[in-house]
């Protein structure tokens, strides 16, 4: 039945080198796509399941307070250390002026006791010399009672002078006993002042310490009433609103950072074997095409799969379980130039494929961070404004001159109406 086939295959030479031709075209494409596959295609691993990430820093207060103002809203750009929201500071004022007042009383208190030293010196000199008078009249007193005593019996002294003379010593030696307990009982009210000042002087005494810890915790609630923003960034999600009664902690709005982003790359398990630390990386965005280019390196892998953290992990002992490939999430960083021209978001989806041509890097970090991953500065100001707010009081009530604020208090300083000055007191410190 296929004889007649085959003759007429036979009998058409052309459909016979078409034929031929069509099978070298296959084997030359399958040759091709085996050297592109060894020489190219073998020294990447890619995948489509990389997404953008970045820092979502919150915004939360460290104190309770109602809202009486916002400064941004979504999409805007903020820079670091700009207020965003500002709370009541009414009470926090009050409890500031409390706080204050009371470290100035204190300081004075503390000069009083240095100045007592020296008062209580004098009266153990005056003591001291009470009782060498006592003790001179004493003696006098038993001289005279000695010489009259041989002249009571021939008749020279009368009984009436020498009782008199006795007297006088009884009188003398009742001087010399108080004016020794006056010495001991000065000497002791000493002792008792100087172990409130030994070894500290007065901006180091315990009771100013105290007085100025109170002061700047009620300083720091006063300037935490504003809230700045942690890092330059792009507002997202503000969740507060004006009149909003906050408490500490609760979160007002995100700060998201878009130059610091990165992308966590999900590669398969079976992918993880040539990946290493500091392979190059080309990433595309969705948001961009294939017309612009990302490139970065590995930063690190993952210490588990995406399921491994789940709230519900994929290992089930107690019912059907069916294997699912894993998939580990892998950091890779990016270029800040090509990130500054072709700004991302936070949550894009983004293919990445990495160079594994070079395996002779690491899997796994051996050493820890030697630098911080992130940090602000914008609250260490504060931290320095109270100490300059309590140098201030502690100088002003030593009747010396405060040295000068730095600008952030001295710009603080007409805001705070109502608050009382302390008088310079004029006391004499003992050195």
């Given at each position: 039945?296929?004889?007649?086939?085959?003759?007429?295959?036979?009998?058409?030479?052309?459909?016979?080198?078409?034929?031929?031709?069509?099978?070298?075209?296959?084997?030359?494409?399958?040759?091709?796509?085996?050297?592109?596959?060894?020489?190219?295609?073998?020294?990447?691993?890619?995948?489509?399941?990389?997404?953008?990430?970045?820092?979502?820093?919150?915004?939360?207060?460290?104190?309770?307070?109602?809202?009486?103002?916002?400064?941004?809203?979504?999409?805007?750009?903020?820079?670091?250390?700009?207020?965003?929201?500002?709370?009541?500071?009414?009470?926090?004022?009050?409890?500031?002026?409390?706080?204050e007042a009371q470290l100035a009383q204190t300081v004075r208190e503390v000069r009083i006791l240095f100045a007592n030293n020296a008062t209580l010196q004098a009266q153990i000199a005056l003591r001291e010399?009470?009782?060498?008078?006592?003790?001179?009249?004493?003696?006098?007193?038993?001289?005279?009672?000695?010489?009259r005593a041989p002249l009571v019996a021939t008749g020279a002294v009368g009984k009436e002078e020498f009782n008199h003379t006795n007297a006088?010593?009884?009188?003398?030696?009742?001087?010399?006993?108080?004016?020794?307990?006056?010495?001991?009982?000065?000497?002791?009210?000493?002792?008792?002042?100087?172990?409130?000042?030994?070894?500290?002087?007065?901006?180091?005494?315990?009771?100013?310490?105290?007085?100025?810890?109170?002061?700047?915790?009620?300083?720091?609630?006063?300037?935490?009433?504003?809230?700045?923003?942690?890092?330059?960034?792009?507002?997202?999600?503000?969740?507060?609103?004006?009149?909003?009664?906050?408490?500490?902690?609760?979160?007002?709005?995100?700060?998201?950072?878009?130059?610091?982003?990165?992308?966590?790359?999900?590669?398969?398990?079976?992918?993880?074997?040539?990946?290493?630390?500091?392979?190059?990386?080309?990433?595309?965005?969705?948001?961009?095409?294939?017309?612009?280019?990302?490139?970065?390196?590995?930063?690190?892998?993952?210490a588990g799969t995406g399921a491994a953290f789940a709230l519900l992990p994929a290992q089930n002992a107690t019912g059907n379980w069916i294997k699912v490939v894993q998939r580990v999430p892998v950091r890779v960083s990016l270029d800040p130039r090509e990130l500054a021209d072709h700004p991302l978001r936070v949550g894009l989806s983004m293919d990445a494929k990495v160079d594994i041509s070079d395996t002779s890097g690491k899997m796994l970090a051996d050493a820890p961070r030697r630098a911080a991953v992130a940090q602000t500065t914008v609250f260490d100001e504060v931290d320095r404004q109270a100490d300059d707010e309590v140098r201030r009081i502690v100088a002003t009530n030593l009747g010396r001159a405060a040295k000068a604020p730095t600008r952030a208090v001295a710009a603080s300083e007409p805001a705070r109406k109502g608050a009382a000055a302390p008088v310079t007191a004029h006391v004499a410190i003992a050195k």
């Open positions: 039945m296929n004889a007649p086939q085959t003759q007429a295959a036979e009998s058409n030479p052309q459909r016979k080198k078409a034929l031929t031709a069509v099978a070298a075209a296959v084997v030359l494409a399958g040759i091709a796509y085996g050297a592109y596959y060894a020489l190219v295609l073998n020294h990447f691993e890619s995948t489509d399941n990389a997404y953008v990430q970045g820092n979502v820093v919150q915004l939360t207060p460290q104190v309770g307070g109602t809202v009486l103002a916002i400064n941004a809203d979504d999409t805007d750009f903020v820079k670091a250390g700009t207020p965003l929201v500002k709370l009541d500071t009414a009470d926090a004022r009050v409890a500031l002026d409390q706080a010399a009470d009782q060498a008078r006592a003790e001179s009249d004493l003696a006098r007193a038993q001289d005279d009672l000695a010489r006088q010593l009884s009188a003398a030696k009742s001087a010399v006993a108080a004016a020794k307990s006056a010495v001991l009982a000065a000497r002791e009210q000493l002792t008792s002042n100087q172990s409130l000042t030994d070894n500290t002087s007065v901006e180091q005494h315990p009771n100013v310490l105290r007085a100025s810890a109170r002061v700047r915790e009620a300083y720091l609630a006063l300037k935490r009433a504003e809230l700045p923003s942690p890092v330059d960034g792009y507002v997202a999600k503000r969740s507060v609103q004006v009149g909003q009664r906050v408490q500490a902690g609760a979160p007002l709005m995100s700060v998201i950072a878009l130059d610091q982003v990165w992308v966590d790359a999900n590669f398969k398990e079976s992918q993880l074997q040539n990946l290493r630390i500091g392979q190059p990386v080309s990433l595309k965005a969705d948001l961009y095409g294939k017309k612009v280019e990302y490139h970065g390196k590995i930063e690190g892998l993952g």
